[in-house]
């Protein structure tokens, strides 16, 4: 069992592990909803992760880190929206290319920016977003440093499940994006640019998947590794299967999965006799049973995900 202490660990680090994944399946949501699927996120994540750091890094300012990361990458979800919008190129193959670019692309610039030119002399660790004091709130024991104790990109997060819920369910542009996802060619004989709307959607998402990145180089941990997103690009696809395309259910999925990352922790700094390499399964593990047991109840994606769209 966990004494207050330990279960107060649990839950802030259930919290900021939930939020670059949270963050990237918002944006997903918003490109598949629309009928875009795209698998690259790992890749556009990984390198607004390398732009935010090496932004804040040369700054010295993170704000700068994060404008960096997602131009980044709404350059590279541009590349990708190109050739899967506008040349009709397959979505699944493109988005793999575009993991694979990022992955390596990410590598070497950090090598060349960073290896042997003197700007890693005092170490690897950049400036980061600090941790938000709210009056009051945020003295409260327990409750304070459970719900009032994060930085900005947490409760950015949490405020864009509320503005997407809302414009996806309330809003002419929110039923523009389910047309265009669910009937393009009924949307665009109703005067819907699909092209236009596609266009947008993914644009949107690939603000999200930077920012996703740079939280984790510059409000998680202060620092860059490569391949540092390790697989949560995939995660947060599977938060999305999970949430049924929903910013509400993605809150929830990506809650469940930053309990199994924080779970994972807890287990590696405990005297648990079971070997690391099978406590650092437990995400995908839990990744894996919650696909297939919302498998089981049929979750239908939009019907033109992943199709692209002709004009006739």
Same mark, same amino acid.
């Given at each position: ?60 300012? =993170?704000?700068?880190? /994060?404008?960096? *990361? #997602? +131009?980044?990458? &709404? ?9 899967? $919008? ?68 947490? =409760?950015?997060?949490? /405020?864009?499940? *509320? #503005? +997407?819920?809302? &414009? ?9 994006? $389910? ?134």
């Amino acid at each position: 069992m966990l004494d207050n202490g330990q279960l107060t660990d649990f839950i802030t680090a259930t919290v900021r592990m939930a939020t670059p994944l949270l963050i990237a399946s918002l944006g997903l949501v918003v490109s598949e909803r629309s009928g875009m699927m795209n698998i690259g996120v790992e890749g556009v994540m990984l390198m607004g992760a390398f732009a935010g750091y090496t932004g804040a890094k040369l700054s010295g300012n =993170y704000w700068i880190g /994060i404008l960096l *990361a #997602v +131009l980044v990458s &709404v350059f590279i979800i541009s590349i990708f929206a190109v050739s899967t $919008i506008t040349y009709k190129a397959k979505q699944v193959i493109v988005g793999a290319a575009v993991n694979l670019f990022c992955a390596g692309l990410s590598s070497f610039l950090y090598r060349l920016i960073f290896y042997g030119t003197g700007r890693l002399n005092k170490g690897v660790a950049t400036v980061s977003f600090p941790n938000l004091h709210i009056p009051i709130l945020s003295d409260i024991p327990v409750l304070g440093a459970v719900f009032f104790n994060y930085n900005v990109l947490v =409760y950015f997060a949490l /405020i864009m499940v *509320a #503005v +997407l819920w809302i &414009v996806i369910r309330k809003t002419s542009l929110g039923i523009m994006i $389910i047309a265009v996802g669910e009937h393009p060619k009924a949307a665009d004989s109703l005067g819907i640019n699909v092209i236009l709307v596609r266009y947008l959607a993914t644009i949107f998402s690939g603000v999200m998947f930077g920012i996703a990145g740079a939280y984790l180089s510059i409000a998680q941990a202060a620092a860059f590794g490569e391949n540092m997103t390790a697989g949560r690009g995939f995660i947060a696809m599977a938060v999305v299967i999970l949430g049924k395309w929903n910013p509400v259910g993605a809150l929830a999925g990506a809650l469940l999965f930053g309990g199994a990352n924080a779970l994972q922790l807890i287990f590696q700094i405990s005297l648990v006799a079971i070997p690391k390499n099978i406590i650092m399964m437990v995400p995908y593990v839990a990744t894996v049973i919650a696909v297939l047991a919302v498998s089981r109840n049929k979750v239908t994606s939009p019907t033109a995900l992943g199709v692209p769209y002709e004009k006739s």
